[in-house]
T-cell receptor
Framework: DTAVSQTPKYLVTQMGNDKSIKCEQNLGHDTMYWYKQDSKKFLKIMFSYNNKELIINETVPNRFSPKSPDKAHLNLHINSLELGDSAVYFC???????????FGPGTRLTVT | GNSVTQMEGPVTLSEEAFLTINCTYT??????LFWYVQYPGEGLQLLLKATKADDKGSNKGFEATYRKETTSFHLEKGSVQVSDSAVYFC???????????FGKGITLSVRP
């Protein structure tokens, strides 16, 4: 019973392509997040949705567009991929107002 | 602004050594404090938490005490094992938008 799942686990693509990462949680949480982790393990929040509504939008290029079709799903679409987008992207979920977040296994994106 | 400062890494210890990883925070209000652990190739997992001053969080032999007077939440373990090798993140949540502020993370390697 995977709590927070992401697909794909690995994604290798060329510069300029468009790609999507999907996330699903079965914990009944109402808030979901996307994080980017760089090669030095630094973790940066990108977006957060609460009940399908965007509540956190950090300084992220417009090429990144999140979409939440329902409370259990949060997808991340990336246009015109660049070398600097190479990283591990983590999805997480929580209950609003409760700090504890549950993380997915990550998607390692490599842009060549 | 809000921030978390973790001691610089990486840290390498021999099995059964004592571990301390320092963490201090700068935040308004009374945040909840967390330690997350990331094992190689995996997502972050909550290790322990404390929600108010003088609370002690504990799990898997790890402990941390919420020290409001020093704004610290140092992680300790009396006897580390090889399986504790991972990246450790200190974080806090002020309740605003359910956002967690993470430290930079520190890599711990335990030698047999």
């Amino acid at each position: 019973d995977t709590a927070v799942s992401q697909t794909p686990k690995y994604l290798v693509t060329q510069m300029g392509n468009d790609k999507s990462i999907k996330c699903e949680q079965n914990l009944g949480h109402d808030t979901m997040y996307w994080y980017k982790q760089d090669s030095k393990k630094f973790l940066k929040i990108m977006f957060s949705y609460n009940n399908k509504e965007l509540i956190i939008n950090e300084t992220v290029p417009n090429r990144f567009s999140p979409k939440s079709p329902d409370k259990a799903h949060l997808n991340l679409h990336i246009n015109s991929l660049e070398l600097g987008d190479s990283a591990v992207y983590f999805c997480a979920s929580s209950l609003a107002g409760v700090g504890e977040q549950y993380f997915g296994p990550g998607t390692r994106l490599t842009v060549t | 602004g809000n921030s978390v400062t973790q001691m610089e890494g990486p840290v390498t210890l021999s099995e059964e050594a004592f571990l301390t990883i320092n963490c201090t925070y700068t935040a308004t209000g009374y945040p909840s404090l967390f330690w997350y652990v990331q094992y190689p190739g995996e997502g972050l997992q909550l290790l322990l938490k404390a929600t108010k001053a003088d609370d002690k969080g504990s799990n898997k032999g790890f402990e941390a005490t919420y020290r409001k007077e020093t704004t610290s939440f140092h992680l300790e373990k009396g006897s580390v094992q090889v399986s504790d090798s991972a990246v450790y993140f200190c974080a806090f949540d002020t309740g605003a938008n359910s956002k967690l502020t993470f430290g930079k993370g520190i890599t711990l390697s335990v030698r047999p």
